[in-house]
């Protein structure tokens, strides 16, 4: 069966805080399909690769400091329309603006600490899934 595949990350906050299994039971009770999953940390390399496209932007310096702090969880969801769906679950990058019941709604400090990452293109989700995955961690 084809289907769309998306990636997420939980970020270092939503770690820290102990959201981890309230954020993936709610992806779950979302129709995702958790493909492939692990708990890691990025060096201050990998954040600055990850993110390179936001090297440019006054933020860059501090978003890399806030992703190697502690642990992250990585993963790769599975569904119909994942890239969309899932961004309409996680909700808008700044909490304040974000809907009722989102992830972001319940569980980000700030714009700046926001819980999680989803991909925001079906592109960006193959580069980004391939970036923390290789082809044999996938299931």
């Not at 390179?52 to 806030?66: C, D, I, Q, S, T």
């Not at 319940?106 to 990452?117: D, F, K, M, P, Q």
Request: proline share 3%; charged share 25%.
């Amino acid at each position: 069966m084809a289907t769309n595949r998306t990636f997420t990350m939980l970020k270092p906050d939503s770690v820290e805080k102990g959201y981890i299994g309230a954020i993936l039971e709610k992806i779950n009770a979302s129709g995702f399909r958790i493909v492939a999953m692990k708990l890691t940390q990025m060096t201050t390399t990998d954040a600055q690769a990850f993110y390179a496209v936001h090297k440019e932007r006054p933020f860059f310096g501090e978003l890399v400091e806030y992703m190697t702090r502690g642990p992250i969880v990585a993963a790769i969801l599975e569904k119909d329309n994942a890239v969309e769906d899932f961004r309409t679950l996680i909700g808008a990058t700044n909490p304040a603006d974000a809907a009722e019941g989102t992830i972001r709604k319940l569980y980000a400090a700030s714009i700046g600490e926001n819980a999680v990452h989803g991909s925001d293109s079906d592109e960006n989700a193959a580069i980004e899934g391939a970036f923390h995955f290789s082809g044999r961690e996938m299931f």
